[in-house]
Each structure stands twice: as C-alpha cells, then as structure tokens.
C-alpha cells in the first residue's frame, strides 16, 4: 500500500503475510520540509509504528536477542535478531557555506577521492556531486538545498489543488533562508550490504553513535 500524506509525503508499506516493510522517508511524513529532520532512530520507528496501527499490523520492536541463522556448510554463519531489521538509512546534516558559496564548495569537494574506488560524479547543473552512486554498500552525496527546495516549489505551483498560498510562501521563505546562509547538504545512504558487514541492522541493539 502506497500512502500519500499531506506535502507530497509518501511511504511505503508491504506484507506477505509474515513479514512487514515499510520504506520512505520518516522526516518529511506529514511535514513540509525535513530541512532540520529527526534525530534519533526511536523517533524515526515511532513514525512508522503510528502508521502501522492504523492498519492494524504489528509495529516494529527492538531486538534483544541475536541467534546464529541455519546456513549451508558452504556459507559463513549469519545472524538473525527477535526484532526489527534495518535493511537501509539515510543520515543527513547541513553545512553553512555562506551566500553563493554552494558551487564552489560543491565543486571543491568534487575534486576528492572518498575510500577506495569511490569516484566524484559532479553534476552538468554544478548542484550536486555524489560518490559511490550505484554502490550496494555506501553513496554519499552534496547537494545545494536551495535548489532542491526550489525544484520542489515548481512542482507543488505545477499541482492543480492541494498546496495553499501559504505552504507556497513558506517553502519561499525556506528557500530564502537557504540562499541566505549558503546551505548544502550532506547525505550518506547506508546500504544492506554495510549494515550486515558491521551488524547495524539491528534495531535496539545499535545507537546512533555506532553508524
């Protein structure tokens, strides 16, 4: 089930009957922006639990076991928890650049190597670079909020009903702010493959200092 809230917010639920998933982004359900977001994993299941009892499914718990998972002789050993699983997350701050400065910070950072084999991909537009873009393990990206933001605001003027003159006015303001202060963000989205290298999958038995 594909739920829309309200701000072109949207998340993801799927069941099988065993299994529950919820995808999407718990900073920006039913807010205008995530410009300063949530800050703790707790908060961010919280979302998704509110959501779920209201379809009558069960809500994440924390894990407070771990067990060794049945596996073929050929394979190592795995690990399997009595709770939830992070199979993805996304960790985000912002940094001040000053007015005008964000494409030239943009472009300075595009000019290094992160880790190994993780090459820059500066974009045509001078916006955004990221590093890491296909990778199963780790993307990081730099982006210039104002731009995002005022990508976004075309859209929303683009809708036919469901954005008021005062939701425009306030991402305008938004923006302005933005520009004001220079703001780029910087991104890093976790993959499977890294949360299981280094067991930050999970949820309870992990903090936000560990990732």
């Not at 639990?49 to 894990?63: G, I, R």
């Amino acid at each position: 089930k594909i739920l829309e809230g309200s701000y072109s917010t949207k998340l993801t639920i799927r069941c099988n009957g065993t299994r529950v998933r919820v995808e999407g982004n718990p900073s920006r359900w039913q807010r205008m922006d995530n410009l300063f977001g949530l800050r703790t994993i707790d908060e961010c299941v919280d979302i998704y639990n509110h959501v779920l009892a209201q379809y009558d499914l069960p809500p994440f718990t924390k894990n407070t076991r771990l067990f060794h998972r049945q596996t073929a002789e050929t394979k190592s050993s795995s690990l399997i928890g009595d709770g939830a699983e992070i199979t993805l997350i996304d960790w985000t701050r912002n940094h001040m650049v000053g007015a005008s400065h964000e494409t030239s910070f943009i472009r300075g950072m595009s000019s290094m190597q992160i880790g190994r084999g993780r090459e820059p991909k500066l974009y045509p537009n001078g916006m955004t670079c990221n590093w890491g873009e296909a990778s199963e393990w780790l993307m990081t990206k730099l982006y210039c909020k104002a731009f995002e933001l005022n990508q976004h605001l075309k859209k929303n003027k683009r809708r036919k009903n469901g954005t008021t003159e005062e939701q425009l006015n306030y991402i305008n303001k938004l923006i302005n702010y933005c520009e004001e202060q220079g703001v780029v963000r910087e991104e890093h989205s976790l993959r499977q493959k890294l949360l299981k290298r280094h067991n930050l999958q999970f949820y309870g038995l992990v903090t936000e200092q560990d990732f």
